[in-house]
């Protein structure tokens, strides 16, 4: 804790804090060079983020799939449900089914258990047993795969049973509804190839009987099921453009088409283009494109406020948040002014959408060709959409579109759009990501050209802060040293004065 004046009256704390005000102007000055480069880093890094969410779309724009956009309609959706799995040729198809694809069921007669307040077996179906013949033993098949289920009639519940079944996890799944007093077992897939073959397990070692002394087969006596006949699924059965097909499944993809069978019936189901669905992906890339050109331009032609730098720590404290705010907005301002790496991105996108398509067969060759242009040059490449021109292009030539946004060729003048724009999306953002570095990422250390010099800055302020503190400490001893002569003074002064006086006596 430091204490001045008390021999020469002097503020020495204000002195020191005036004096030290003039000394960190310096480092005020790396300060704000270090906040502007803090500022357009992140900037950078935000239209960057925009930049890689743009080259996703436009990746896609590079891919006929994008173009190749279908409805599919069923003229009994009841019946048949379609919907598109991929490039599926246009035409108008016929459908008829003559059955559904159905598991294997069975369904137990109705139990009617002796006792149901009691939890076993036993209990429950008044069975007979003794500690050494006190099993039930039974196998389930599923027509590949058999598993066989061995259960104490004194220890286990129906409720056991029906779980130990489902977890063998093959292909048989079985459920207990206590309401109907039934048990159901069905397989898990459908077709032909699904099966339930059920056989109770009748040996010495577990032959237990039933209340009238008979051996007991768990399956066929207390459950009630046919043991003697396998249940059996089947296939789908239907007509394809007239040809006799079957599937295992309600669910299947024909010619690109999926195929939902619902019921028996006839439906006739057509594919056609998706003009609206192309045109709204077309219309969607204009907005994403005006959108980040929009953003760039502003960036390019901010106005700098030389007269507003960056504010220190203490200017802050004296104003409010509103002021800052608006100081802030102005101190901002003009980071990207005549920025080469906007502008070369700019310069590039707009080549790359104005130049034609070469070696490409018919009119459309170019957006402009297609209804897509720009208009006053003061926009910076802003692009518009004559709807009714796209609209009759892709009516009338949806193949030579979807030629002009995805070909590719060794000759980069008779690349498609798509690829074009791609390509130049990725350079730009390998440029910001080189300026800037990575927002997020697995670096410890950011080599990027920003991070570098903004490294450099907080080695220097370390430095200066530092020397700024050696400097205080200076003046502090300085006006302490001349604090202790002025007291010693005082003190001498004193002591003649008080040597006059006893003379003067």
């Given at each position: 804790m430091r204490i001045g004046g008390l021999a020469s009256g002097m503020d020495i704390d204000q002195m020191v804090k005036d004096l030290m005000r003039?000394?960190?102007?310096?480092?005020?000055?790396?300060?704000q060079q270090k906040t502007l480069l803090e500022w357009k880093q992140e900037d950078y890094r935000a239209l960057n983020r925009k930049l890689f969410s743009f080259r996703d779309q436009m990746f896609n724009f590079k891919l006929q799939s994008t173009f190749n956009v279908k409805n599919v309609t069923s003229s009994n959706p009841g019946a048949v449900n379609v919907s598109v799995a991929g490039a599926a040729n246009d035409g108008i198809y016929t459908m008829e089914v003559a059955q559904l694809a159905k598991g294997a069921y069975q369904t137990s007669g109705e139990i009617n258990p002796y006792n149901t307040e009691e939890k076993f077996l036993t209990q429950q179906f008044n069975l007979n047993s003794s500690e050494d013949k006190n099993l039930i033993s039974f196998s389930i098949g599923d027509g590949q795969r058999t598993e066989t289920f061995t259960f104490n009639v004194n220890q286990a519940t129906i409720h056991d049973v029906i779980n130990e079944i489902n977890k063998r996890n093959f292909g048989v799944r079985a459920n207990y509804d206590a309401n109907l007093n039934r048990v159901f077992l069905m397989s898990r897939q459908t077709g032909a190839a699904q099966k339930i073959e059920l056989q109770d397990i009748l040996t010495g070692e577990n032959l237990v009987k039933d209340?009238?002394?008979?051996?007991?087969?768990?399956?066929?006596?207390?459950?009630?099921?046919?043991?003697?006949?396998?249940?059996?699924?089947?296939?789908?059965?239907?007509?394809?453009?007239?040809?006799?097909?079957?599937?295992?499944?309600?669910?299947?993809?024909?010619?690109?088409?999926?195929?939902n069978l619902l019921a028996e019936g006839a439906a006739t189901v057509r594919v056609s283009g998706n003009i609206e669905g192309v045109f709204n992906q077309i219309k969607d890339f204009v907005e994403r494109f005006n959108e980040i050109i929009e953003d760039v331009n502003k960036k390019l032609s901010e106005r700098t406020y030389r007269a507003f730098p960056p504010l220190s720590d203490e200017q802050k404290e004296q104003m409010s948040e509103k002021e800052i705010q608006l100081w802030e907005e102005k101190a901002r301002s003009g980071l990207f002014r005549n920025d080469n790496i906007l502008i070369n991105f700019v310069s590039n996108i707009r080549r790359a959408l104005?130049?034609?398509?070469?070696?490409?067969?018919?009119?459309?060759?170019?957006?402009?060709?297609?209804?897509?242009?720009?208009?006053?040059?003061?926009?910076?490449?802003?692009?518009?959409?004559?709807?009714?021109?796209?609209?009759?292009?892709?009516?009338?030539?949806?193949?030579?579109?979807?030629?002009?946004?995805?070909?590719?060729?060794?000759n980069s003048a008779e690349n498609g759009i798509g690829d074009r724009i791609y390509r130049v999306v990725i350079d730009a953002t390998r440029q910001i990501t080189e300026s800037a570095g990575r927002e997020t990422g697995l670096r410890m250390v950011d080599?990027?050209?920003?991070?570098?010099?903004?490294?450099?800055?907080?080695?220097?302020?370390?430095?200066?802060?530092?020397?700024?503190?050696?400097?205080?400490?200076?003046?502090?001893?300085?006006?302490?040293?001349?604090?202790?002569?002025?007291?010693?003074?005082?003190?001498?002064?004193?002591?003649?004065?008080?040597?006059?006086?006893?003379?003067?006596?």
């Open positions: 003039a000394e960190r102007m310096p480092m005020e000055r790396l300060l209340g009238t002394g008979n051996p007991f087969g768990f399956l066929a006596g207390a459950l009630l099921f046919n043991t003697s006949e396998p249940a059996q699924g089947q296939d789908a059965a239907f007509t394809f453009n007239g040809t006799l097909l079957a599937q295992a499944s309600n669910t299947f993809t024909i010619t690109e088409i999926n195929f104005s130049e034609p398509v070469q070696d490409l067969t018919g009119q459309n060759n170019s957006l402009a060709a297609i209804g897509i242009s720009t208009r006053s040059w003061h926009e910076g490449g802003k692009l518009y959409i004559d709807e009714t021109k796209l609209k009759r292009a892709l009516q009338e030539d949806l193949e030579g579109v979807k030629q002009l946004f995805t070909k590719t060729s060794t080599d990027s050209q920003l991070g570098q010099r903004l490294n450099n800055l907080n080695k220097q302020i370390d430095s200066w802060q530092n020397r700024l503190k050696n400097i205080e400490d200076r003046y502090w001893r300085q006006f302490t040293t001349m604090e202790k002569a002025l007291n010693q003074m005082y003190s001498q002064s004193m002591w003649m004065n008080q040597q006059f006086m006893r003379n003067w006596q």
